[in-house]
Structures are given as C-alpha cells and as structure tokens.
C-alpha cells in the first residue's frame, strides 16, 4: 500500500522563525490533507490540498503531485503552533480511509 | 456549523469489560470514519462506514465492531478490552473528502 513519510520527525524553533515540513507519498494520489493535532489531541484541519499551492495566513502548503510530495510552510511562528502536524492521503487514491504520515513534532519555544 | 462530536471525552475501563464510543458527524456528511491512534503506533484506520454499511474495515480483530445509524451517527464498540486497546480514539466524517475530525475519546483499560 501506499506509504507517507514526514520529515523532520522533531523541529525546535524560536518564536518568529520560519519552518518548512515536508511530506513525501510513494504512490499517485488525487487528494492530501494537513492536520495539526493540538495538546487535548483534535486533528485541526489546516489544509486540503491535491496540488498546487494554497495560503492561510501564517501557513502555506503546496502539493507537487508529479513529483509526490507536499510541503508545509510555517511562518512567524508563535509558541500555539506547537504541537504535531501530520499529513494524510487517501489509501488507494480515491475517497476511502486516509494514511498518515508519523507526524513531525513542532515545539516553539517564546 | 456544528463539527464532528464525540463522547464521552475520556472513558476508563478494566481488561475484558466493553467500551461504547459515539460519534456525530457533520450535518449533511454521510460517511464516518474511526481512527486508533496509540502511543508510539500512530494513527491506524480502524472502520468506515456510509449510509448505513460498513465499507472498509482496517487490519484490527473482530473485538473492533460498530454500526451507523440512520441519522449517520455512529457507535464503536470494543469488547473484552485489552490493555493495549488504552489509545486516543478519533471519528472524522466526510462528504467524500476532506475528513473533518472529532476531538476523541480517550480510553484508558486498566
């Protein structure tokens, strides 16, 4: 099946600086979404993003599906955008239960 | 727009009782999905279902079972709980895609 993979696992940042989180899928996918689970553990929906690239806010993403990979851009970041970000595709690139990256760890320290 | 609800919040069990975890979905999404996510294992699909039928079903034993009911609300029912069952437990709904989550409901067996 397809696999989803997160880089880097773990990311410490001062508050302000920039990140970029990637994600890279093995196999072709039609639809791919970010989260960003919050310390009670609620997946926040940030981003459904098949390609392209989309903005909101201090957060961007794009999705090179080609070339099998999406990025999360995060800037300014403030100590709330702690947490973990996961990526998710679809399993067999329809609508059907999601696969999940392992998530990078976010901590943003004041 | 009401999101996804899940009860109860937290739910404390001992090995061999069984555990009920509901979910409501989004006014107008006719699919649900549960999700396990267990310390250090990440986040597994578990169950889907749509209009009422169970569609998929994730690599976990016949102990993991669940209905939807007409209204598309959704119950997951564990029975003779294992320790190993203890995990963040995540309902998300869809119409087809994106998947919005619930907040979880956090089982603990003892």
């Known amino acids: 099946g397809i696999q989803v993979e997160q880089s880097p696992p773990d990311l410490i940042l001062q508050e302000g600086a920039n990140s970029t989180l990637r994600c890279n899928f093995s196999?072709?996918?039609?639809?791919l979404q970010w989260f960003h689970q919050n310390p009670w553990g609620q997946l926040i929906n940030l981003f459904y993003?098949?390609?392209g690239t989309k903005q909101n806010g201090r957060l961007s993403a794009t999705t090179v599906a080609t070339e099998r990979y999406s990025l999360l851009y995060i800037s300014s970041s403030q100590t709330t955008d702690s947490g973990v970000y996961f990526c998710a595709v679809p399993s067999s690139g329809g609508y059907n239960k999601l696969i999940f990256g392992a998530g990078t760890r976010l901590a943003v320290h004041p | 727009e009401a999101g996804v609800t899940q009860s109860p919040t937290h739910l404390i069990k001992t090995r061999g009782q069984q555990a009920t975890l509901r979910c409501s979905p989004i006014?107008?999404?006719?699919?649900v999905y549960w999700y396990q996510q267990a310390l250090g294992l990440g986040l597994q699909f578990l169950l889907w279902?749509?209009?009422?039928?169970?569609?998929n079903r994730g690599n976990f034993p016949p102990r993991f079972s669940g209905r939807q009911f007409p209204n598309y609300s959704s119950e997951l029912n564990v029975n003779a709980l294992e320790l190993e069952d203890s995990a963040l437990y995540l309902c998300?709904?869809?119409?087809?895609?994106?998947?919005?989550f619930g907040p979880g409901t956090r089982l603990t067996v003892l």
């Open positions: 998300a709904s869809s119409p087809l895609a994106p998947q919005f």
């Open positions: 196999d072709s996918v039609n639809n």
């Open positions: 993003i098949p390609s």
């Open positions: 279902y749509d209009e009422g039928e169970e569609r």
């Open positions: 006014s107008g999404h006719t699919s």
